[in-house]
């Protein structure tokens, strides 16, 4: 069975069955027969193959619409077990996660990730471990490690390169650090990707073919999704819209060292900036408050002034509501995406920023582009890097070609050579 399953064409019938069930598109072997196009015996054949593996079962009859009621196939999410983080510039979360995605326990505390590489990884080692003692799921099902790094990683080696916040990471290899610790295989890849992988296997993008996950935290990225699939491009870093030139701002420049990128002059840390000046200028009360009680001045106080009507304030979000859509526009017109997910910390601004990105985009793409446009804010807000990280570590492990590699062990654990 094995064997006459794991030839080229079989592998990837099986692995069209699995995300057929997997993703919820097929209940029944009927459903599996159309969805695919295959014929009724080799649906059978591949399914019995894939229930042998443990990784669907055919459980209950499913109602019947007349005649024989049909079997219902369903994934078996329980099958094994993965471990899932996310590393934001001031924050760590952690997750053990089932093979759907779904979260059994997770954690997140602040972490500055300028602490560098080995205390970062030493720390979500130490919870990795917690974890998994707070779940009953043994060392022997944990199949995988998914992580999310705010900075481009190269996805091939897993490695960051030349990440602007993240200052001691530069080609360092998280996954040879990880491997060492778990023996499993690791994958790592750019946090705002891994967020838009989220919401399309669990959030309002599910099955939204092409789609743009934004992320406006304290810098500005973007994660693609064409045809279904997560666009990472020639080295891993589409989608990188930080740093598009906009109009304004060519006074301003990046941590990157150029001058006038959007998250330069639109972004989380742009805000704070922005808000100290004017507080500093004396133009918004409310706002010099903020730094006359000691505290730090963030994009998140930006927000609540403005939420309260301090002009300063509004106008600081609608600029950069403003700025970030002329970017989308072109985007939109490049890419004509049916979906656009703002996340982030500035997403909290609410509706005030949402209203000035949209008018922005629309203002300046096409109508035929903007007609079934969706512009939203992400549903799964804190959620959705773990549930990629851990959506990431499946589409790798259940790759046609990785398959044919680990179904002879009836695992992928201990198998860290599946990265390469
Ligand atoms: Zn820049």
Redo the contacts with the bound molecule.
């Keep these: 069975m094995v064997n006459q399953s794991c030839d080229q064409d079989g592998r990837e019938t099986t692995v069209t069955l699995l995300n057929l069930v997997r993703f919820g598109r097929a209940s029944t072997r009927a459903e599996l027969a159309r969805h695919s196009g295959l014929g009724r015996a080799v649906v059978a054949h591949r399914l019995s193959y894939l229930v042998d593996l443990g990784l669907v079962s055919e459980g209950d009859l499913a109602r019947s619409t007349g005649g024989r009621a049909p079997r219902s196939v369903s994934f078996r999410a329980d099958a094994g077990y993965l471990l899932a983080a996310e590393f934001g510039a001031t924050s760590l979360a952690a997750a053990v996660s089932d093979l759907a995605g779904d979260l059994l326990v997770q954690h997140e505390e602040p972490f500055d990730i300028g602490e560098g590489p080995e205390a970062a990884l030493s720390r979500l080692t130490e919870l990795f471990n917690d974890l998994v003692k707070r779940t009953e799921v043994s060392r022997a099902s944990l199949w995988g490690i998914g992580v999310g790094v705010p900075g481009p990683v190269e996805f091939s080696t897993a490695r960051p390169i030349s990440p ?1 916040i993240m200052p001691g990471w530069h080609a360092y290899p998280i996954r040879d650090y990880l491997c060492e610790r778990f023996g499993l295989p690791v994958w790592v890849d750019n946090d705002v990707n891994i967020m838009a992988l989220g919401e399309l296997r669990g959030g309002l993008a599910r099955d939204e073919g092409n789609m743009i996950y934004l992320k406006i935290g304290t810098g500005i990225g973007a994660g693609i999704i064409c045809e279904g699939k997560l666009y990472r491009g020639t080295k891993g870093c589409a989608g990188d819209v ?2 598009v030139a906009t109009l304004e701002g060519s006074d301003v420049v ?5 001058r006038g ?4 002059v639109a972004g989380g840390a742009a805000l704070a900036r922005d808000a100290k000046w004017a507080a500093e200028r004396g133009e918004s009360p409310r706002l010099a408050a903020v730094l006359a009680e000691g505290r730090e001045m963030t994009a998140e106080e930006v927000s609540k002034a403005a939420q309260h009507g301090d002009p300063v304030s509004v106008e600081l979000i609608l600029r950069s509501g403003r700025l970030v859509g002329e970017v989308l526009a072109t985007i939109v017109s490049f890419f004509n995406p049916a979906l656009i997910l703002v996340g982030g910390g500035v997403a909290a601004a609410g509706d005030m920023l949402l209203k000035a990105i949209r008018e922005s985009v629309y203002h300046r793409s096409l109508p035929l582009a903007t007609r079934e446009l969706q512009i939203s804010f992400s549903p799964l807000g804190d959620e959705a890097g773990l549930r990629g990280a851990a959506a990431m570590v499946t589409d790798e492990l259940f790759a046609p070609d990785k398959v044919a590699r680990w179904v002879p062990k009836g695992s992928p654990a201990g198998m860290p050579e599946l990265t390469t």
């Design positions: 602007p930080g740093h990046c941590r990157c060292g150029n990128c959007l998250e330069a």
